[in-house]
């Protein structure tokens, strides 16, 4: 079967789509975070999009877009989160059934958002072979459209209207930069950028301790872990074909931080920004601050994705 490649068409359509079930998030600015990194920074706060995250538009583009006949059997998908509450929330949206496999590890505030929105939770191992087999007899069980977390040119669209929505908010951008997990983020700022600002530089920010992106780009392969163990939970996964194509054609660079770089990021945020944002949107900065020759001087747009973070399990307690 031929990979369906997204589009610039496919990008305006999914935010005619999906305009009456999101927020067009807000840029905000911090003078003296800007004075740490030497560089202006312009964060693009998904943390304050629907249901917590980025991951509300390409959930959205994917369960509106659907005829009402496979609308009707419901969507499903498996997700250590956002996405899965993101699901969950455009499948509230519409009124139909949503299913969502999650690991057993994953933060209960994530599993607890997604109840909320009243899809229902089946629990696997928190590896990715386990987790596709769950799905599997989810899916044979029910006949639910599987909506991937990222490996879709659904998602991918809708995700690429929060880049859209950036540089109509901020202009004279030199790079944007947003956390890589399986790359559905990145894919869609590729996806945006190369066709509507092909000088802005796009670069991707993951966990050292998570760090199969950047291991692909540098091999020029996909290396797939099953099971990384970091704080940024979001960024667990690997990068599958479809994301794999955007990020290997249009990223500059792939960036890693430490684990504790990411908790100070995260703690210069809630504190200078004051804004609830999780342990994956503070990678970017992580890595802008670890690399300050690279961005000195550069207008940046900074992609905070997402904000369902467990205020009772905080990375510093």
Known sequence: MTMYIPTLFDVDEAHARIKPHIHRTPVLTSRFINSLAGAELFFKCENLQKAGAFKARGASNAVFGLSDEQAAKGVATHSSGNHGTCLAYAAGRRGIPCTVVMPRTAPQAKKDAVRGYGAKVVECEPSTSSREAVFAEVVAATGAEFVHPYNDARVIAGQATCSKELIEQV???????????G????????????????????????????DDAYRSFKAGHIIADDAPVTVADGLKVPLKDLTWHFVRNHVTDILTASEAEIVDAMKLIWKRIKIVMEPSSAVPLATILKNKDLFAGKRIGVIITGGNVDLDKLPWQ
């Open 171 to 181: 202009t004279g951008l030199d790079a944007v930069i947003a956390p890589i997990g």
């Open 183 to 210: 790359g559905g983020m990145v894919s869609g700022t590729c996806l945006t950028l190369s066709n509507l600002a092909p000088h802005i530089k796009i670069y991707a920010a993951e966990p050292e301790q998570a």
